[in-house]
């Protein structure tokens, strides 16, 4: 398990959580420290979103850590209300989790 693996403990909720909300800063150290464990990371993450979250959850988790916005924004763009968004966050953050967790488990 490398630094990073070991930062972003993604077979949790807190580690997703962690993950998103430096996201920025992880995609531009891989830049800065030329370190392919970190763009490894990246690549397994967006697999991992692709496998694991409806293509909502994916559109709004984008929306919302990959480009920045803030909540209300994300719902005021998708026209949805804001509690529909922390909504499919939610369900995103656990459904990372659990296919990282069934990852791990087997020893994947």
């Known amino acids: 398990m490398n630094k990073y693996e070991n930062a972003y403990r993604l077979d949790t909720e807190a580690g997703v959580t ?3 909300s430096d ?3 992880i995609a531009e150290a891989r830049f800065y ?3 392919l464990a970190i763009s490894d990371m990246l690549l397994d993450f967006e697999f991992a979103m692709r496998k694991c979250l409806t293509a909502r959850q994916q559109e709004v988790v984008k929306l919302r850590f990959f480009k920045d916005l803030r909540q209300v924004d994300v719902a005021d ?3 949805l209300n804001q509690q529909t968004i922390q909504e499919h966050i939610q369900k995103a953050i656990k459904n990372l989790a659990s296919y990282h967790m069934i990852l791990k488990a087997r020893g994947e």
């Open 18 to 20: 962690a993950f998103l």
């Open 77 to 79: 763009m998708l026209r």
């Open 23 to 25: 996201y920025h800063k």
């Open 33 to 35: 420290a030329n370190d």
